[in-house]
C-alpha cells in the first residue's frame, strides 16, 4: 500500500516536472513533454487500479490541480525570467556608415552580380545588385538608383 502511494506520488511529480520543463524550455512538443504526460497518465491509472476509484479521483483532481497552480505561479511569479533573453536589437544595418554614393558614380564589382554581390566605388565595398542581369567579376559598373540602402548598378558599356 505505502509502495503504490510512493510510485504514484514519483510518477506524477517527476511528469509534472517533465511537462513544466517542456513548456518552458524546450520549444515544441518533444519527447520531454510527451514522457512527463505518459508518466502522469501512468501515475493515476495505478492510483485508479491500485488504490480504488475514488483515490483515482482525488489523485486525478490532485494532479491537474497541482500542475495547474505549478505552472500559473512559475509564469507569475517570473521565476523563469532570469532564463529569458532580454536584450534587443536598437540598430539598423549601415546605419553608422552611410554610403555617401550618387546615382552615375561608376565602379567595378568585386564578385560576381547574379544579380546581387559586391562592388567597390570610392575604394570601399558596397553590397549591389543589377536589374537582372548577372555580371562577371571586375566588370566595370554605373549605379543607376539609390533607394535607402539598396544600390541598383547597371554595366557600362
Wanted: aromatic share 8%; charged share 15%.
Amino acid at each position: 500500500m505505502v509502495l503504490d502511494w510512493v510510485t504514484v506520488i514519483l510518477l506524477i511529480g517527476i511528469g509534472l516536472v517533465l511537462i513544466v520543463v517542456e513548456l518552458i524550455f524546450v520549444p515544441g512538443v518533444t519527447i520531454v513533454g510527451i514522457l512527463g504526460f505518459i508518466l502522469v497518465a501512468v501515475g493515476i491509472w495505478i492510483g485508479y487500479a491500485a488504490l480504488g476509484t475514488t483515490t483515482g479521483h482525488i489523485i486525478l483532481a490532485a494532479s491537474v490541480l497541482i500542475g495547474g497552480l505549478a505552472l500559473f505561479y512559475s509564469f507569475r511569479s517570473e521565476a523563469w525570467s532570469r532564463f529569458a533573453l532580454k536584450g534587443a536589437i536598437k540598430s539598423r544595418v549601415n546605419e553608422e556608415n552611410p554610403h555617401l554614393l550618387e546615382v552615375g558614380e561608376e565602379g567595378r564589382t568585386v564578385s560576381a552580380l547574379r544579380p546581387q554581390g559586391t562592388a567597390v566605388f570610392k575604394e570601399r565595398h558596397h553590397e549591389v545588385q543589377t536589374t537582372g542581369a548577372f555580371l562577371s567579376p571586375n566588370t566595370p559598373v554605373r549605379i543607376i538608383k539609390i533607394v535607402a540602402n539598396k544600390i541598383t548598378v547597371e554595366a557600362i558599356t
